[in-house]
């Protein structure tokens, strides 16, 4: 029998939903908004909101999500301090304002604040506990600041996507190398990492002096930390095991090589593309393969920590999965082709792939509670 969830637990489950309310809006808006610049004939809703679909799916959703989540860890620590939640509140409502004829100043500014909230978090994470991974995480918030903040300046949006980029990837890889410290007995396995992390961020700062050569020397860094994910992360040993386990395993490695081919796309075309098909490779690799094959792979485990809600493994998630990956070969195959049509079909089964996950996801939490339910 299931312990009973005690009313003052479900009343805070019930206070994140708003929350989670606001990012699944964002990421709703941000995939109408990229259909559009795929080319595909919907009504537009916003005049605005083509030109939104990066801050959209950055800010607005994984920003969101992500201050949400370690809000909820930060509070729990620390007898339900509500305050942490001023973070994904933020960056939510920067979303929302961007449906709407406002001064830029005002989406981009409260988008910038819950940037600063998540690095405040962090500061308070790291005094608790100042482990390397903590570390890495609070440089990428760091990173989500620097990028709201030259978007904020009126900076264009494809110098603003390398920081926006990094603020993922350093929260996603300081995660893994929590988990991987069972794998890392030298001590020059760690020192590895952070040599090809500094050599990222290098790249990234010199970006805002020279964009093209910055760029790729990003791109080196994001090579090679894709090469030390997929050799040292824990998912090598768990994708021997069965069920939800070797489910996320099967998450992480595929988006491991999505990461290796978008370092090596920076490193090969760098700054030179701002917009078109090859600019679409370079940034889908990343925030597709990459970030999305994490959010399938980690989903079963922080929605049950936000929301309170069990969900269940069943052998659906590989077919979003694989969908995923599939759709995003034939994009970057239409990219590098320049071959439209496969790139607007790539691009659409892409976003039926987000959608297929999130409905999966949904269908599986009310299993869970049926069953729960039942065990009752």
């Known amino acids: 029998m299931t312990r009973p969830v005690p009313p003052q637990t479900r009343r805070r489950y019930w206070q994140r939903a708003p929350l989670m309310f606001l990012a699944a809006l964002a990421l709703l808006a941000g995939l109408w908004a990229g259909l559009l610049r795929l080319g595909w004939q919907l009504p537009p809703l916003s005049l605005r909101l083509p030109a939104q679909h990066g801050p959209l799916m950055v800010s607005g959703f994984l920003g969101t999500l992500i201050s949400l989540e370690r809000a909820v860890a930060l509070s729990q620590n620390q007898n339900g301090r509500r305050i942490y939640y001023l973070a994904p509140l933020l960056a939510g409502l920067g979303a929302v304002a961007l449906f709407f004829d406002l001064p830029t100043a005002v989406p981009r500014g409260l988008s910038t604040l819950g940037a600063l909230g998540l690095v405040l978090i962090f500061v308070v994470i790291y005094r608790l506990q100042p482990t390397t991974d903590h570390l890495v995480m609070g440089i990428g918030a760091l990173l989500w600041l620097v990028g709201n903040g030259l978007w904020l300046a009126g900076r264009p949006v494809y110098q603003v996507v390398p920081w926006w980029a990094g603020f993922l990837v350093l929260t996603i890889a300081g995660e893994r190398l929590e988990l991987a410290r069972v794998l890392l007995h030298k001590k020059s396995t760690r020192q590895a990492f952070v040599g090809v992390t500094a050599v990222f961020l290098a790249g990234l700062l010199l970006s805002l ?11 080196f860094g994001l090579t090679a930390l894709g090469l030390w994910l997929l050799r040292f992360d824990i998912a090598r040993r768990t994708i021997r095991q069965k069920g939800l386990t070797r489910y996320i395993a099967a998450c992480l490695l ?9 370092g090596l796309l920076w490193l090969i075309y760098g700054g030179q593309t701002m917009a078109g098909p090859i600019y679409d490779a370079l940034l889908h690799t990343i925030f597709l393969g990459f970030v999305f094959s994490m959010i399938f792979g980690h989903a079963p485990v922080i929605v049950p920590a936000v929301l309170g809600v069990s969900v269940p493994y069943t052998p659906f998630f590989y077919v979003h999965l694989v969908l995923l990956h599939l759709s995003l070969v034939m994009r970057v195959a239409g990219d590098l082709l320049l071959w439209l049509p496969l790139r607007r079909w790539g691009g659409l089964l892409n976003e039926v792939a987000v959608l297929l996950f999130l409905l999966v996801t949904a269908v599986a939490v009310l299993r869970g509670k049926k069953n729960e339910k039942t065990r009752k």
């Open 209 to 219: 002096f020279t964009f093209d050569a910055g760029v790729r020397l990003a791109g």
């Open 254 to 262: 595929p988006g491991y090589v999505w990461l290796i081919v978008s």
